[in-house]
């Protein structure tokens, strides 16, 4: 069946990068385009963009462009999210989604000096 | 970019009650909206799709109408494992959530 497998918590220090990594399995990777979604602790679901995973192009929204990047790793079926100078406001859950209403199970960033 | 509202912010309901959450668009999104429901910890899970299409696995109880910019989830009897958050969203022009409509057991 359809699998979205996430990355591990992470805890950095305001300034650091950070990459999560979000495993695919049971359909062909570039079939489906991969969509991230931010979550900050107690807010709702902010949609952050996506990858078309078969030419590698990735779409920013507007509050999402400069410090953050979509990447992928086909040949792994999985597709990355790199923040640069994390900021405290970059504390939430990080998921990973295609279409079809597949979600991986999110990842947690905790910003804190 | 198109807002989406979602209305109530917090729903209070009794367990066998008929709920009615509602979301509304800034513009025409064509019917392109999903409703997820939330769980608390949990990702997000697809109740909805297309605004009317019930997901597999999803209980016969939740329901999605509407057209143009207005669009609404029903829960026909509401059961306690239905608390939750529920997101209503477009993707008729990129991603955009609702802020969420809260539901609670009164």
């Known amino acids: 069946q359809i699998q979205l497998v996430q990355s591990g918590p992470e805890l950095k220090k305001p300034g650091e990068s950070v990459k999560i990594s979000c495993k695919a399995s049971?359909?062909?990777?570039?079939?489906?385009?991969m969509h991230w979604v931010k979550q900050a602790p107690g807010k709702g679901l902010k949609w952050m963009g996506w990858?078309?995973?078969?030419?590698?192009?990735?779409t920013y929204a507007d509050d999402f462009k400069g410090r953050f990047v979509f990447s992928l790793e086909a040949s792994a079926s999985t597709a990355n999210l790199q923040i640069s100078n994390l900021k405290n406001e970059d504390t939430a859950t990080y998921f990973c989604?295609?279409?079809?209403?597949?979600w991986g199970q999110g990842v947690m960033v905790t910003v804190s000096s | 970019d198109i807002q989406m509202t979602q209305s109530p912010p917090v729903l209070s309901a009794s367990v066998g009650d008929r709920v009615t959450l509602s979301c509304k668009a800034s513009?025409?999104?064509?019917?392109?909206l999903d409703w997820y429901q939330q769980k608390h910890g949990e990702a997000p899970k697809l109740l909805i799709y297309y605004t009317n299409n019930l997901q597999t696995g999803i209980p016969s109880r939740f329901s999605g109408s509407g057209s143009g910019t207005d669009y609404t989830l029903t829960i026909s009897s509401l059961q306690p494992e239905d608390v939750a958050t529920y997101y209503c969203?477009?993707?008729?022009?990129?991603?955009?959530f609702g802020g969420g409509t809260k539901l609670e057991l009164k």
């Open positions: 049971g359909y062909t990777f570039t079939d489906y385009a």
């Open positions: 990858i078309n995973t078969y030419t590698g192009k990735p």
């Open positions: 513009q025409n999104i064509n019917k392109n």
């Open positions: 969203y477009q993707y008729n022009s990129g991603w955009t």
């Open positions: 989604a295609s279409p079809g209403g597949y």
